[in-house]
């Protein structure tokens, strides 16, 4: 995420006017795929490093935060996890 916040403010100070934007969240369909990379496994629902995960279900989505300048034409994504599904409840 630091990486993504060192680009907006790069962008920020290139620009001699200030810049507006929005946080802006959606899911994305993935397709369901299980790799192992000698270590650990990844396709699972994950919500992050810091959150402690027992669930083996495959994720189906990827719930995506990014950033979108309204006076300028770019969008920097911010955070993504993999998930099975949001729902309202």
Not at 50 to 58: A, G, P, Q, S
């Amino acid at each position: 995420m630091l990486e993504a916040l060192n680009a907006i403010k790069q962008r920020a100070n290139n620009v001699d006017y200030q810049l507006f934007g929005s946080l802006v969240f959606d899911e994305m369909a993935i397709r369901k795929h299980l790799e192992y990379d000698g270590k650990k496994y990844h396709g699972y629902v994950d919500m992050g490093e810091h959150i402690i995960n027992t669930d083996t279900t495959l994720a189906t989505q990827a719930l995506v935060f990014m950033v979108v300048c309204i006076n300028s034409a770019w969008k920097v994504p911010i955070a993504y996890f993999f998930v099975d599904r949001i729902t309202a409840q």
